[in-house]
């Protein structure tokens, strides 16, 4: 088979146009903070965006559609016959419901649990953000995110492609809330995600709160919710930052076997609310 670059380029270049003409007007007519558009790291953040869209999710749908088509092999008839039976827009909110469910407790579960944080903190080595910044993610941590945000479709044999319009939404909601972006809610504020509240998600410590993504909600209910009417003065880890593409890609892997001994960095005890979720 003939490699065809111009194709294989489409996608990147047609993506990256596409979210600077919708998002940088915005980021600047709505600053949340004054930066520049070539910030600090921005490069590297243009190195995530470009492995992205190259390389790791085309390999991420690969593997979610092969473990797809085994749990379609395996799932009893009568289950899915049943789930089939349902209205569709009752399979719809179940599907939504649900995978807002365990992408709340998945993130949760990214920040406590000192493996799952080796490559979730890659995400949050982020000293500004901005649309760009989104793209920051280590491919296992990618792996991680949209293998459980699709799990109840795939589990409920719920065809992807009948809420591939709501898929894409989140994708690009999920963008707008790293954005540089300050819109007034007003009573939404507890209803709608925002990039005030991501922020703060982002902000120095490793457990600030703000795990959901589209809606506040989970965070509401679970006590997690944390907002104060401002944006964060500071975002990152401690003690990270510099790294560069191919750090970030390697080191999650390095951790890991020089077991929690130089864990200082990633415990986030540095922060007043470190504790907060201990309550829950
Ligand atoms: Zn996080
Ligand atoms: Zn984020």
Redesign the pocket.
Known sequence: MEFDVVSYLFVPVSAFVFLYAVFTPIEQFFPAREQKFFRREWGTDFCFFLGQHLLWVGLIFALLAYFSQWVDDVMPFTFRDAVAKQPWFLQVIEVIILSDFLIYWG?RL??RNDFLWRF?SV??TSKDLDWIASFREHPLDALYTIGLINLPAIILGFPLHSIAAFIAFRGIWAIYIHSNITLPLGPFRLLLGSPEIHHW??AMGRDVGN?ANLSPLMDVIFGTHYCPAHFPDELGVKGREGESYLDHMINPFKSVKSSDHNSDTIKGEDHPHHDRDHHV
């Open positions: 993130h990214q920040h979730h995400h949050h998600h982002h795990y």
